[in-house]
């Protein structure tokens, strides 16, 4: 999720939104191909921020281009390899890649833009700049495929004297299971649950707060550890108007827990993302 900045975030964040239903676009498939490429836009609505009660929507391209070698596995760019990926284990039953993308970061100042996390409610935190991140995914490909990814951001999560911060230098666990139902010749759903753990420099990045931050913004100190982030459930929709030209619908539903959910940066644990979009395959 190419390090091509907000906008390469923007991707990202819609290609989160839809990738309970990943599975289900792959079902409406009539031949494969070494080369995959698609092109559609997508609108996103999305929180502000996590814990966020407010919302913000965009309108994002969505690019994606993959080739499947016969003896080096996988490469693709764009919005489902989350920026660049290779993925040199790719088998009918199981895959395993590494990915170059982005991690958006956080405005504290003013409201993010495009769909960058950020809210004049965060005036003082300081923001979270864009930063790099290397992540290990995999997939068991079965009739209800699971898949993980293991995503280390670039930074070390320190407050600078203007209050930035360069990169958590975190890492997540994202784990879900597709559940694919095939309606009809066009239609396809997916039923995804998910659940996220993150370390105790990503929560503490993004929702604890230092005491100079507390000074700065007026949020009680709060020193975050690292559990479980989130549970969740994502369900999408695909239809296919004909063999290159489908239309997708996504919600995804978080509930943020632990530490994460006791921040005083938290106004509403529940998180709802939503996705509309059209593609087209080449």
């Known amino acids: 999720m190419a390090v091509f900045g907000r906008l390469q975030f923007c ?157 958590s230098g975190g890492t997540r666990l994202e784990v879900s299971i597709d559940v694919p139902r095939q309606i009809s010749d066009k239609v396809a759903l997916s039923f995804s649950p998910n659940i996220v753990w993150a370390d105790r420099k990503y929560t503490q990045t993004y929702f604890g707060v230092t005491s100079r931050q507390a000074t700065d913004s007026g949020f009680k100190a709060y020193n975050a550890k690292g559990g479980i982030k989130s549970i969740g459930i994502a369900v999408g929709a695909n239809y296919r108007f004909t063999a290159n030209w489908s239309a997708n619908a996504g919600i995804l539903f978080d509930r943020l827990q632990g530490d994460a959910a006791k921040s005083p940066l938290v106004q509403t644990k529940n998180q709802i993302s939503a996705a509309a979009g059209i593609t087209h395959n080449f």
């Open 11 to 167: 991707l990202v964040v819609g290609v989160t939104t839809l990738s309970g239903f990943a599975a289900a676009q792959n079902a409406g498939k009539t031949a494969l191909s070494p080369l995959d490429i698609s092109v559609g836009l997508v609108a996103v609505s999305a929180p502000e921020y996590e814990g966020s009660n407010k919302r913000k929507s965009a309108l994002t391209p969505d690019i994606f281009i993959s080739y499947r070698t016969s003896s080096y596995g996988t490469f693709a760019v764009g919005s489902k390899a989350k920026g660049v990926s290779w993925t040199p284990i790719d088998y009918d039953d199981y895959s395993l890649g590494l990915s170059l993308g982005i991690d958006g970061g956080r405005a504290d100042d003013k409201d993010g833009g495009g769909l960058r996390t950020g809210s004049t409610r965060l005036r003082g935190m300081g923001e979270i700049k864009s930063s790099a991140n290397i992540s290990v995914f995999g997939q068991v490909k079965t009739d209800f495929p699971v898949s993980f990814a293991v995503i280390k951001n670039v930074g070390n999560g320190k407050v600078n004297s203007d209050r930035s911060v360069d990169g």
